[in-house]
């Protein structure tokens, strides 16, 4: 399709039941269905791919090119290239997208 770049593999995954206190960055792709209280960045050298699943709740900044969001956020979110929220999104604070 026109316009379509391949998307990064989701390489790491937070599960449900997981809770991680403190910031993080990533390559790729990463998938939350746990809860992260901390600033989620990628490594800006890579296209990144960030999933926050129906289960998930984040707290704090969000930084990736593509962010896909089902669950909560609490913090700003900043999607350097594309932003999709699913029915189920409910996010609390700023939203940047190209």
């Known amino acids: 399709?026109?316009?379509?770049?391949k998307q990064p593999p989701i390489r790491s995954l937070i599960a449900a039941g997981s809770e991680i206190r403190g910031n993080m960055k990533f390559t790729d792709g990463l998938r939350i269905d746990g809860i992260v209280q901390g600033d989620i960045r990628e490594n800006t050298a890579h296209p990144s791919l960030l999933v926050i699943s129906e289960s998930a709740h984040v707290i704090g900044e969000i930084h990736a090119d593509h962010v896909i969001i089902?669950?909560?956020v609490n913090g700003p979110v900043y999607a350097n290239e594309l932003l999709e929220l699913q029915p189920k999104a409910n996010i609390e604070g700023d939203?940047?997208?190209k």
């Open 70 to 72: 089902n669950g909560r």
């Open 1 to 5: 399709m026109f316009g379509k770049k």
């Open 95 to 97: 939203v940047h997208y």
